[in-house]
């Protein structure tokens, strides 16, 4: 499968990309499962969509929240979905020295968003040549990510995934994203992480997975290039950000919904 998003560096694309997939990877039959289906939406609707789960969940409330299977498994996991489905896959990656081994495995490298003022970190997952898709931290100023952005290198990704506000509440700041595209890099909207409510639940983070089609929507109309999803097959079961992501059939549902609207906003230039 041709896969043009991966080549994408600073020109508006006319079409959303999407990265989709679980908060963590759960199980490898989970990950085949909804990945089958991002395949096949990916052909129907002619759009990229990257593969996203993490192997490893570093950054969780408690020490006892469900991490992920680790690098070998995990890792596995993910490279069997890239030769079976054909679609890019992204991970993320807490520490410098698991750049190189992530990157023999994945297209996409990700710095979460705690983390995306860490320069070795940032270095690192440049020096693999592989695209870095950095989070905007919920402390940072939109402004301030240039910075990030200079250390991850010119294959540099930017997610925004909303603001600080308080005690478990997060905001999305819609006045700071003519900001975050004037870097020229591809910029993107986490839909689901932005309506999490980060430690809001007894030892976990909670949300309201209700918000998170309403805000992408508005981050569509802002001009962003790609949309970002948790999904899982029952949210409601999911081991980690459940409250805050949504269902394979909502997402499936909705996709229509926003290629429509980005096909709108391109002809109303």
Known sequence: MNNPVLKYKNESPEKLFFIAGPCVIESQELCLSVASKLAELSVKHSIDIIFKASYDKANRTSKSSFRGPGPEEGLRVLSDIKTRYGLPTLTDIHESNQAKEAADAVDVLQIPAFLCRQTDLLA????????VNVKKGQFMAPSDMKHSLDKAGYNA????????????????????????KSFGRPFIFDATHSVQAPGGGDGCSSGNRNLAVPLAKAAVSMGVDGLFFEIHPDPDKALCDGPNCISVTDFEKYLTMFINLKAFLNSSR
Not at 170 to 176: I, Q, S
Request: no cysteine; aromatic share 18%; proline share 3%.
């Open 157 to 180: 990704w930017l997610t925004e995934r909303g603001t600080f506000f308080g005690y478990n509440r997060l905001v999305v700041d819609f006045a700071g994203f003519p900001v975050l």
């Open 124 to 131: 690192a997952a440049a020096a693999t040549g592989k695209i």
